[in-house]
């Protein structure tokens, strides 16, 4: 790099510095004030969550690019803005219109169909479905809309020609159209860019293709500019504004898409849009690293594909991975991690699985301090609420739910001669809660293939049957001595399962075991 070179770049760093330091602020919105604050990154604060309608928040969010399996870096990123997509619309009734881009067309998919010999229509599409089944199996609400780039060929095209009107982009020495970083004077809202070296092809490092031309061998869609496709950072710009319109309220996407992409879509929008703020909110969660804080990326060959961790965790238990920590916040995968996670789950189960016995009148011996439980349950709820209006706080709220469970747990403990009174419609109004809150946040129900009463059916008829043929084993002539071990190994095997049938052919069902397998929340 020449000293002239890095002088200008360096003098291009220091003007951008300059201008933002002087310029760039955060507008906020005319609208609804909610009950919520956010982290602001922008602001560099939080600030309060302004509407633009009452109780409507427009969201996009940035979706995978489908060149190959999703893994579970990224679906920590989607299961916590599920998270936080939930507690807007079932903790402060806000309707979320949530629309999803996702790009099928892009470098590393060109790529990955000329490795792998398939075509890149076929290549997205399987990826696409694959991505979308895994996100069914982590409890992921879909989005309200899905589009895909190529679906939105002829609007982003137009959106970069009037942005070229303008003057605001320009076409490179290599066909290509580039923004012109230098003519949008916030540019850098989200992070300054640091000098880099100058382009031969672009008037600045800093400028980003809006529209890139075609290469042989590649697919491509006609524009004024000449055959090519679009590049990554105004797909979601033309898609968003198509859809959601010229302002829209929250934007989202892991932390690493913050620059450039994040500040690329702004500034383009803006430019296009004629303002100076496209995106009220941005939302952006922290990673999903490995030992070390290296972050889970397919380039490093060190991710666990979503399958993979499903066979050993179930969705329930990984949700409750992403609560425990902020959605803002960097996290380490490891073991001990996700059986922390496994452990906390258990124990709202279990204290499910007690709050029931207690009520149908299988936990005796038990005096509840009825006005003590309810006033814990009316301060959790109060805090709960509290923990996630302000910037979504979950393991606070998590906490506080669990300070409510070890309230009612040290009543249930307290074992007494003299039972004054029953309290069943506190530990139900307390389970109520619990069990309304886990599913607010997307805990599923775990849905067993039988419920408890159904399995106790099922075995009566498996005992029956047993009996039945080893009753026709006894009545021969001479004793049927292979089917008679059958029946005993039959047993044994049941046994084994936690189910004992005695002499007298009745079942006695391990309560520990079977508590164990039926999972609640």
Wanted: net charge positive.
């Amino acid at each position: 790099m020449s000293s002239r070179t890095l002088r200008h770049s360096w003098k291009r760093f220091v003007h951008t510095r300059s201008r933002l330091q002087n310029h760039v602020k955060w507008l906020e919105p005319s609208g609804s004030i909610s009950d919520i604050v956010i982290f602001n990154p922008v602001a560099k604060a939080k600030t309060p969550l302004i509407l633009k309608n009452n109780n409507v928040a427009t969201w996009y969010m940035c979706g995978p690019t489908i060149y190959d399996s999703a893994h579970i870096g990224h679906a920590s990123t989607y299961v916590k803005f599920d998270i936080i997509r939930r507690i807007l619309s079932e903790f402060f009734d806000i309707n979320v219109v949530l629309v999803m881009g996702m790009t099928d067309i892009d470098d590393k998919i060109i790529i990955k169909s000329k490795v792998t010999g398939k075509n890149w229509q076929d290549l997205t599409k399987h990826y696409k479905d694959e991505f979308f089944r895994d996100m069914e199996l982590l409890h992921v609400s879909k989005p309200l809309m899905t589009c895909k780039v190529t679906d939105y060929i002829p609007e982003i095209v137009s959106f970069i020609k009037k942005i070229v009107d303008k003057g605001g982009a320009y076409v490179g020495k290599d066909g290509s159209v580039y923004f012109d970083t230098l003519k949008y004077p916030y540019y850098g809202k989200l992070a300054v860019p640091l000098p880099e070296e100058s382009h031969v092809i672009k008037k600045s490092s800093l400028d980003f293709a809006l529209w890139k031309s075609v290469k042989e061998n590649e697919p491509y869609w006609e524009s004024p500019w000449g055959k090519g496709r679009p590049g990554w950072h105004i797909e979601c710009s033309a898609i968003a504004s198509a859809v959601l319109g010229s302002n829209i309220d929250i934007h989202s996407g892991g932390i690493d898409l913050a620059f450039p992409h994040h500040e690329n879509e702004e500034a383009q929008s803006c430019c296009y849009h004629d303002n100076n703020q496209w995106i009220n909110y941005w939302l952006h969660t922290g990673l999903l690293n490995v030992q070390g804080d290296i972050k889970m990326s397919k380039s490093l060959q060190n991710t666990i594909s979503i399958p993979t961790l499903l066979e050993k965790y179930s969705a329930n238990e990984f949700r409750m991975l992403c609560l425990l920590s902020h959605y803002r916040s960097n996290v380490t995968f490891s073991v001990d991690l996700i059986k922390n996670a496994v452990t906390i789950s258990k124990k709202f189960e279990f204290f499910l699985s007690d709050c029931n016995n207690y009520i149908s009148g299988k936990l005796d011996n038990i005096n509840i301090n009825e006005s003590e439980l309810l006033k814990c349950l009316e301060e959790t709820r109060n805090k709960v609420k509290s923990f996630l209006a302000n910037d979504f706080h979950t393991p606070l709220a998590l906490q506080a739910v669990s300070n409510l469970i070890a309230v009612s747990n040290q009543m249930f403990q307290k074992k007494s001669l003299t039972i004054t009174s029953r309290s069943p419609a506190s530990v139900a109004a307390v389970s109520n809660y619990v069990q309304t809150f886990m599913s607010k946040l997307g805990f599923k129900k775990h849905q067993s293939s039988t419920e408890n009463n159904d399995i106790s059916k099922i075995l009566d008829h498996v005992v029956d049957f047993r009996n039945e043929v080893r009753a026709k084993a006894l009545a021969k002539n001479e004793k049927d001595i292979e089917i008679l071990k059958s029946c005993d190994s039959f047993r044994k095997n049941l046994s084994g399962c936690g189910v004992d049938i005695r002499v007298n052919e009745k079942i006695i069902i391990s309560l520990c075991k079977l508590k164990c397998s039926i999972k609640c929340y």
